[in-house]
Structure formats: C-alpha cells, structure tokens
C-alpha cells in the first residue's frame, strides 16, 4: 500500500480521540435516523418494517409539510434580517469610547446568555391579553391590545420578537469586534479625501466586515431553522399551526404521534436545507473574498 499518498499510518492514531466520538455521537445516529426514514417504526414495535420512500411521498403531499416549510424559512427570513441589522446599528454606536459603553455591551448581550426558555417564560408573561407589559404599552399609545400568542396573525411575529431580542446582543459583539479590528488609518485617510461618515461606512467598514456578515448570516440562519424552546414554550406550534417550523413538526411526529418514520424523514429534509445553505453561503463568501 502506497502510504505517502495516505500519510504516515502513525498520525491516525492521533487523530482517534477526535473521530471516535464523531463516529459514535454523529455519523452513526445519522445513518441511524436515514434507516429509520425509510421505515414505520412507532418506537413500541420490535419490528421495523421497511416501507422505502412512503414517508417522503406522504412529507410531499402533506399540507401540514409545507406549511410547515414555509413557516420555517419566514421565520428564518424574520429573524436573520433584523438581527443583523439591529447587531451592526448597535455596534456602531457602541464602537465609541463614550463613558457607560461597556455597561449598554453588557445589558444587550445577557439575553443571549439567559436560558431560552427562561427568556420564553417571561416573554409570556408580557403577551398575557390582559395584564401583560406588551399590551398596556400599546393602550398607553391608544393601540388596541392584541392577542399575542393566541391569535395566527400575530403568534409568529411574538415569537420572532423573542428570538430576535434574545440575538440581536450576540450579533454585535460580532460586529463589534469586527469595526474594532479595522486600521483606524484607513479611515483618517478616507476623512482626509474628503469622505464623510456614510462613505466612510459604505466603501470602508462595510466591506471590510463582509466575512463577519457571511458568518453571522450563516450561523444565525441556521439557529433559526432549529429554533424549538421559544416556540414550545410560547405557543406549541399553534394557533392553527401558524408556529410550526419543520423541527417543530418532527417533535410532533416523534413525540406526539410516535411516527419515528416520518419524523425521520423531516429531519433530514431540515438537514438537507442547512447543508444547502451552507454551500450556498460559503460559495458566495469566497467569491466576494476573491472580488474583494
């Protein structure tokens, strides 16, 4: 056997620690759960009868699928946009040496180290119709009180508020450390042609801190895709399945109507959708590295 092209045969052995648990924790419940797709199992049954691609035929005509996949992608789109955003807008304000800076960095980020559920919890309290903060806010302005989490016009945007609240923070530490990495003389130089603050932004800053923006769309794209406790917490997936995203979809199916098969089937059709993403947003990062 050619062991140059392989490598030293020694070196594997050092890398074993790493792989065993990859094999055993990742790889191996991931062909696992492709097996299960392809079966009715309802985790009683000491037989796992195979039944091929049925679970995925039904996943397609399913109405409840696609409003689910639907509902996952508005709430991708929901919450990615405005927590970058809101990161770099509060990053830009807090990149100054301003006295009390580090004390607002730190409130805005301790949400992001708060127990979701916990976050969930109190965020409940606030949407309560009746005697929630969310509500008499609202009259204080002559609004009319909303139903947060009972209505299906407004339950995914209570939810979106929570998640977007609890991750605009983690964003702009990001952003935060991104601007501060920039040579100020890039910008003592951009000021001395004559730029001001929004060319300074536009031509310098923004392009410079371009990789941070691919990372954190990535990061926080996928989070969302995979946001369960807020959603459990707030609102079980309803009212009428306004809330229910494709991991909350498979919970149901697993849990609820003990449906490994096609529980099976959504979670990967979810990982197939992140993977897609990922290629997708690493192949448009190093393309615009390279036109940079």
């Not at 926080?220 to 399945?241: E, F, K, N, R, W």
Request: aromatic residues 16%; glycine residues 6%.
């Amino acid at each position: 056997m050619n062991w140059k092209k392989w490598g030293e045969p020694q070196a594997y052995l050092f890398v074993m620690p790493a792989m065993v648990p990859y094999l055993v924790f990742w790889l191996a419940p991931m062909l696992y759960i492709v097996y299960l797709s392809f079966t009715d199992w309802d985790f009683m049954a000491p037989v796992k009868n195979f039944v091929g691609f049925e679970n995925y035929v039904k996943l397609v005509q399913d109405p409840a699928f696609a409003k689910a996949l639907r509902t996952t992608f508005l709430f991708a789109l929901g919450n990615v946009v405005p927590s970058l955003a809101g990161g770099l807008l509060l990053a830009l304000l807090l990149n100054r040496k301003v006295k009390g800076s580090a004390f607002f960095r730190a409130v805005i980020f301790s949400p992001w180290v708060t127990p979701t559920v916990a976050v969930s919890i109190v965020w409940a309290w606030i949407y309560e119709p009746r005697v929630g903060l969310a509500n008499a806010i609202l009259k204080t302005f002559g609004l009319p009180g909303l139903e947060w989490t009972q209505n299906p016009d407004t339950a995914l945007l209570a939810v979106l508020i929570v998640t977007v609240w609890k991750g605009v923070g983690w964003t702009m530490v990001f952003y935060l450390v991104a601007l501060q990495s920039i040579p100020e003389s890039l910008n003592e130089a951009a000021t001395m042609e004559g730029a001001n603050k929004w060319q300074r932004f536009r031509h310098i800053q923004l392009p410079l801190i371009s990789p941070t923006t691919f990372f954190l769309f990535l990061i926080t794209t996928i989070d969302a895709m995979q946001a369960y406790d807020q959603i459990h917490v707030l609102t079980q997936g309803g009212p009428s399945g306004s809330t229910t995203t494709l991991l909350y979809l498979y919970y149901d199916a697993a849990f609820r109507r003990f449906n490994v098969g096609e529980a099976s089937a959504v979670s990967l059709t979810l990982v197939l959708i992140l993977v897609v993403i990922s290629l997708c947003s690493l192949y448009v990062s190093r393309r615009k590295v390279h036109y940079l």
